[in-house]
């Protein structure tokens, strides 16, 4: 399986592109026309061949470049990354979790090989050779989560279990939807959730809250969230809304399809063997408004889906005051035909 690692950024100059296959295997979150929140877990089991879903942890095109710019925002704010003192082990449950499961995915790129406690890491794409002893932090230039996630796209939360709740007690969070680790470490599970709007009232957060306490070691399930950002910037953090949160005032009705992107976050929910927290990866997807619509069924459905949004969903996204430009630039590609079930393209 050889691939180029593409050569981009995701700030200033925004060369950021998406090839033919990685339009053809985005991961679109829209199953129908229409969009609430709702308990929407499944399996996380491999396949179908060719989409995101095949590896339990998706490693594309932009990973060389994403873990560049990652390292940028560790470099002007370390506080992205957090780990409370009591979830070390957790940390290293993280880090065999996705060693071993990239070794196996994407033999010819990772390598893991274990002799007792002693390991050795490969790593190609990022030039990383490691030999260090497992549950022994002084053999590893970083604590365990940090090493392995700043070689993993996506952000990582990590949950301990106590009291019948979760609370988000250590994570690598670079690529995050306008919310900050640094704000909520240590909250529980509906504390995190306060600011989402209805998700609260509809039972959404009791329902998924018990579910998640019996979630079992080997059967991981997975969900998606969406929103929209402008320019593909990975970092659309409280901690940098600054920067970006005037962006949103450049949005005119001929720069939609170049500057509009929709955001998926594909996340998953893992229960660790050692420490039984809850490893949450937030796997971060971007297309353009262009590319999306290349594919005619997602066209249409993006269309239909924000155009009938409730507005309090909107406000809570941030596209409010761009909506009706968003709207009306994808009304051009929907011509009200009929969308098959599932977000697979026809
Ligand atoms: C245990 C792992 C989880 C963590 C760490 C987590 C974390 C978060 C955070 C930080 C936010 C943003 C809140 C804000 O505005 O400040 C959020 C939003 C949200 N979460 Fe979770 N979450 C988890 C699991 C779930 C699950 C299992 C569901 C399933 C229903 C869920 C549903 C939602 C929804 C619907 C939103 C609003 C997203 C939007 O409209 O953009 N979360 N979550």
Not at 103 to 122: M, N, Q, S, V
Not at 241 to 254: C, N
């Amino acid at each position: 399986m050889g691939m180029e690692f593409n050569k981009e950024t995701f700030r200033k100059d925004f060369t950021f592109k998406n090839s033919a296959k990685a339009i053809k295997r985005f991961p679109f979150p829209f199953y129908e026309d229409s969009y609430m929140y709702s308990v929407n877990m499944e399996p996380h089991v491999p396949g179908p061949n060719g989409t995101v879903f095949e590896p339990m942890f998706d490693v594309d095109e932009h990973y060389v470049a994403e873990m560049h710019d990652r390292a940028l925002v560790l470099a002007e704010d370390p506080l992205r990354c957090q780990s409370l003192p009591h979830m070390t082990l957790a940390g290293w449950d993280l880090l065999e979790l996705i060693m071993e499961s990239k070794a196996r995915d994407y033999p010819e790129w990772f390598e893991l090989h274990k002799d007792g406690h002693k390991w050795h890491w490969i790593n190609r794409p990022l030039g990383i050779d490691q030999k260090f002893t497992f549950l022994d932090e002084s053999t590893l230039p970083y604590g365990p989560m940090e090493y392995i996630t700043r070689q993993s796209q996506g952000d990582f939360t990590l949950q301990d279990q106590r009291d019948d709740n979760l609370w988000i007690e250590a994570g690598m969070v670079t690529t995050q939807a306008d919310w900050s680790l640094d704000f909520d470490i240590g909250m529980s599970f509906h504390e995190w959730h306060a600011p989402v709007p209805r998700a609260h009232e509809l039972g959404v957060f009791d329902r998924a809250l018990k579910f998640l306490l019996k979630l079992q070691h080997g059967a991981p399930v997975r969900r998606f969230n969406w929103t929209l950002t402008v320019d593909p910037l990975l970092d659309t953090s409280p901690e940098n809304y600054p920067k970006w949160g005037p962006m949103r005032t450049d949005i005119r009705p001929e720069n939609v399809g170049e500057r509009m992107y929709l955001r998926v976050e594909l996340q998953t929910l893992h229960r660790l063997p050692r420490s039984n927290a809850i490893a949450f990866p937030i796997r971060c997807y971007l297309i353009r408004f262009d590319d999306l619509v290349t594919i005619p069924k997602w066209g249409r459905r993006l269309h239909r889906v924000l155009r009938d949004i409730p507005d309090d969903l909107a406000t809570y996204k941030g596209f409010l005051r761009n909506r009706d430009s968003l709207v009306k630039w994808l009304s051009r590609y929907d011509d009200g035909a009929p969308t098959s079930a599932g977000w697979m393209p026809d």
